[in-house]
């Protein structure tokens, strides 16, 4: 069973998806998930759990996530960030965007938060997910860049560019 199959999507009738194809129904997918989680109820709280090396720090709030990321971009040592080699240095690190990766020590994901009608706090699993996936690809690079996985306009037959 391929992706379309599995999310209910009529197939074309006159060929199978290609690998371009299924990754545009992945990223379809994906955003997908952002608008029904935007579609939660807002809300104030935030949460910072550390994971044992990783610490999570998600926002209801968008205007104290920014002023919180605002703050930590003044605790990065940006020279020793991009010595490494394993940030793009072209990046222009401004405001914290829906999910956010930074590969510092420990490594952060930083991202949204909203909640149920009955007040559960609710984190963005697909944005958790991928930004999970950029700090394991930080230590590992024999997986493939997130980024760029399902990006129907940078994979070529079955291969990130």
């Known amino acids: ?18 690998a371009k194809d ?6 379809d997918a994906f955003n997908a998930y952002q608008v029904w989680f935007e579609s939660l109820d807002p809300t104030d709280e935030e949460m910072h759990v550390d994971l044992g090396g990783v610490m999570i720090h998600a926002f209801g709030s968008n205007d104290k996530k920014q002023a919180a990321w605002k703050a930590r971009k003044q605790q990065v040592d940006w020279d020793s960030f991009f010595a490494t080699g394993q940030q793009d240095t072209t990046k222009k690190w401004g405001d914290a965007t829906a999910g956010t990766s930074l590969s510092s020590d420990p490594p952060e994901v930083w991202m949204d938060l909203r909640k149920t009608k009955s007040g559960k706090l609710v984190l963005p699993l697909h944005v958790l997910g991928h930004e999970q996936a950029h700090t394991i690809w930080q230590k590992d690079r024999r997986l493939a ?5 399902i990006d129907p306009k940078t994979y070529q037959a079955g291969e990130e560019k």
């Open 145 to 149: 860049d997130p980024d760029t996985l």
């Open 1 to 18: 069973m391929d992706l379309s199959e599995a999310l209910g999507w009529k197939k074309p009738e006159a060929k199978k998806p290609d």
């Open 22 to 27: 299924q990754a545009k129904l992945a990223a």
